[in-house]
T-cell receptor, first 113, second 115 residues
Framework: GAGVSQSPRYKVAKRGQDVALRCDPISGHVSLFWYQQALGQGPEFLTYFQNEAQLDKSGLPSDRFFAERPEGSVSTLKIQRTQQEDSAVYLC???????????FGPGTRLTVL | GESVGLHLPTLSVQEGDNSIINCAYSNSASDYFIWYKQESGKGPQFIIDIRSNMDKRQGQRVTVLLNKTVKHLSLQIAATQPGDSAVYFCAENIRSGGGADGLTFGKGTHLIIQP
């Protein structure tokens, strides 16, 4: 595709439900990043993949958050037992190589009731 | 939809005027800086970047200035247009031995272009 795509665009979950958010990076992009953006705040780094390897997960807020990129392209961010404080926009970004411009997707807005 | 600009510093500029958005970064080890523009309901969009071995870089209608001495970054937008209305974030990246780190974003500034 022409850019980074994310699905679903909006997700409403009841507290305690598990959710899975998908990111399709730009074809050929080696690096993939996940960010969390609370309302009125800047994005905050969650985790980083280089191909299928998760090289940095220092930003994941708890062990309820899990990300994978098994074939080095599509990535899924999973949140188990969602809590209200998980409500945010989850952004995915990809880049061709490390240290190059990161292209962001439109995000998935998660609302936990 | 909800605005990404809620609770952010706001800069209001007349259409056609120049605007300057400022950002203070915290880590003296940062060596790559980027400005992003974010419109409501969309992901951040790259505007311009600069590496720490430079102090100025120009693009189309935009200029980024970097002052490493005081850890300050600014974005100048010339001849502002209504489409420039958005939230602007500065971001920094620290080179690590194991590869790229994610970006660290600043708090953001909501730029409003008055007609």
């Amino acid at each position: 595709g022409a850019g980074v795509s994310q699905s679903p665009r909006y997700k409403v979950a009841k507290r305690g439900q598990d959710v899975a958010l998908r990111c399709d990076p730009i074809s050929g992009h080696v690096s993939l990043f996940w960010y969390q953006q609370a309302l009125g705040q800047g994005p905050e780094f969650l985790t980083y993949f280089q191909n299928e390897a998760q090289l940095d997960k220092s930003g994941l807020p708890s062990d309820r958050f899990f990300a994978e990129r098994p074939e080095g392209s599509v990535s899924t961010l999973k949140i188990q037992r969602t809590q209200q404080e998980d409500s945010a926009v989850y952004l995915c970004a990809s880049s061709f190589v490390d240290y190059n411009e990161q292209f962001f997707g439109p995000g998935t807005r998660l609302t936990v009731l | 939809g909800e605005s990404v600009g809620l609770h952010l510093p706001t800069l209001s500029v007349q259409e056609g005027d120049n605007s300057i958005i400022n950002c203070a970064y915290s880590n003296s080890a940062s060596d790559y800086f980027i400005w992003y523009k974010q419109e409501s309901g969309k992901g951040p969009q790259f505007i311009i970047d600069i590496r720490s071995n430079m102090d100025k870089r120009q693009g189309q209608r935009v200029t980024v200035l970097l002052n490493k001495t005081v850890k300050h970054l600014s974005l100048q937008i010339a001849a502002t247009q209504p489409g420039d209305s958005a939230v602007y974030f500065c971001a920094e990246n620290i080179r690590s031995g194991g590869g790229a780190d994610g970006l660290t974003f600043g708090k953001g500034t909501h730029l409003i272009i008055q007609p």
